[in-house]
């Protein structure tokens, strides 16, 4: 049931320590020309959660992770629950309404007895799991979380992130958790409450407090809520968190306040001081492209339409998705080659962007500031040369150094087509991948050749 709620923001620099008082975290920004925009946030699974908030002191259900169906069924027995839930570990939001294609539905379950959890598991152990999140392909489920079955009275949603507003982290909390905070945020938004943090001086008690009244804690639990909410922001500052996001926090039918289920983000930028963490990344559960994109310090994040597109800078990459829709076309990537790419780099950008069988062109978008127009140039006549493309290709480069960069392109005698203006360039690409896609429609073999 977590959603993300974090998903870029910029490097920050944070020294810590501790003192009598509380954790003190003193945090500065960069100066804008050090600041370097994070590429992902780390995301693991939820058994792995789990066991942070454990060690933070953090009250959770019991539960334990298991990697095969007999596992599943020896741990359902010693939890000595009689009712245990049976959670697939899969990274991605809506589990619950995913289907496997073993053909179970859901991805949390309810379960009885030993016995049906392990039938529960084998359906999932290995097998890939659909929900609305991770598109048709779905993602395989290598484990299982089971966990004790808890009996809420009440639910709530809880989270900490950054928050450029308020120049620091901010908590959020309502009270309709277990849903999807998002149709919350839309259908209800006077139903979240959030409470900015002074991240020299961290969680306040009165602070603490005040967020767990405006959620609706009853009296009896504020003080609880309160004490989890100090810790779960604890934990985001010494663990280098982007997101942490409680969905549900529950008050259970004695009272006690529980964290049932927990999505947490790192910083990659921290992967240095957070080596146990970022060494449990789970690779199988990310875009193959995406991680191939990462070894070559690209930021790529596959889409479902059929132009592909190579810019830099993550703003004008967004800015470029826009005006493709604009004109009635639909962008198969986000790719931002960043302000300091190599041609090597470009080269393996433009071979990334053709591994996708969806594209039908590709939009070149360059405005040279510390990126060289000329290296850009060069990047792309030798993808163009040594990968044997034969979609279309349309560039449109301004700033540094556009006039060597124009003039390569000339030299090189290639069929690259070149647009002055983002509009035009816009409008060209979407007409190129039109043709192809009707072409390919009906069986007709069409070959861009880029060699004139």
Known sequence: MASCLYRRGCHVLTTSFKSNRSIVSSRVLAPSSAIVCNRRNLSVHEYISYGLLEKAGIPTPKAEVAKTPQQAYEIAKSLGAEDVVVKAQVLAGGRGKGTFESGLKGGVKLAFSPEEVKD????????????????????????VLIVERMYSRREYYFAITMD??????????????????????????EAIVSQ????????????????????????????????????????FIERDCTMVEINPLTEDNNGNVLCMDAKIN????????????????????????????????????????????????????????????????????????????????????????????????????????????????????????????????????????????????????????ACDHLD???????????????????????NFQLPI
């Open 266 to 417: 790192f910083d990659d930028n921290a992967a240095y001081r957070q080596e146990d963490i970022h060494s449990m990344r789970d690779r199988t559960q990310e875009d193959p492209r995406e991680v191939q994109a990462a070894e070559y310090d690209l930021n790529y994040i596959g889409l479902d339409g059929d132009i592909g597109c190579l810019v830099n800078g993550a703003g004008l990459a967004m800015a470029t998705m826009d005006i493709i829709k604009l004109h009635g076309g639909s962008p198969a990537n986000f790719l931002d080659v960043g302000g300091g790419a190599t041609a090597e780099q470009v080269k393996y950008a433009f071979k990334l962007i053709t591994s996708d069988p969806k594209v039908n062109a590709i939009l070149v978008n360059i405005f040279g500031g510390i990126m060289r127009c000329d290296i850009i140039a060069q990047g792309i006549i030798s993808a163009a040369s040594e990968l044997d493309l034969t979609v279309p290709i349309v560039v449109r480069l301004q700033g540094t150094q556009v006039e060597d960069a124009k003039a390569l392109i000339a030299a090189s005698k290639l069929r690259i087509l």
């Open 196 to 235: 900015p943090i002074d991240i020299l001086e961290g969680v306040q008690r009165p602070q603490a407090e005040s967020l767990a009244k405006r959620m609706g804690f009853p009296e009896k639990c504020i003080s609880q809520a309160a004490d989890c909410f100090i810790k779960l922001y604890n934990l």
């Open 424 to 446: 035009e360039a816009a409008k060209m690409v979407v007409r190129l991948s039109t043709i192809v896609g009707l072409a390919k429609d009906v069986d007709v073999n069409v």
């Open 164 to 189: 450029r507003k308020h120049k620091g982290p901010v908590l959020i909390g309502s009270s309709q958790g277990g849903v999807n905070i998002e149709e919350v945020a839309a259908e209800n938004p």
């Open 120 to 143: 529960l598991a084998t359906q999932m152990i290995g097998k890939k799991l659909i929900t609305k999140q991770t598109g048709e392909g779905g993602r395989i489920c290598s484990s």
